[in-house]
């Protein structure tokens, strides 16, 4: 797997909460060890960007973990990144 920034993780995990996901589905998803996954996620709720569900069990997107997914693209839009899998991160690589 290669090195990936925080920001590109923080945006893998944001979209696979878009329509509710199990901390197991964001795990595979965002290719996240569980631990790692646990700290984003304490970090995501408290910045509220994803909320939890206790009844389902299940993490959901907030408007703005929304927000924050709409501001990544428009930032890959400006720096014409046309290729979705290209992430913001790997144009400041040398």
Same mark, same amino acid.
């Given at each position: 797997m290669k090195y990936r920034e925080h920001v590109d993780i923080v945006k893998a995990i944001l979209e696979t909460t878009r329509s509710?996901?199990?901390k197991t589905q964001i795990m595979y998803k965002a290719f996240l060890?569980? !631990?790692l996954l646990i700290n984003y996620l304490q970090i995501l709720q408290d910045k509220g960007l994803v909320k939890y569900? /206790? !009844?389902t069990q299940h993490y959901k997107l907030t408007?703005?973990?929304d927000q924050f997914i709409e501001y990544y693209k /428009?930032?890959?839009e400006l720096?014409?990144?046309d290729n979705n899998d290209v992430e913001i991160s790997q144009l400041?690589?040398?």
């Open positions: 509710g996901a199990s060890s569980y !631990k569900n /206790k !009844k408007k703005k973990g /428009k930032i890959a720096l014409d990144m400041f690589r040398t």
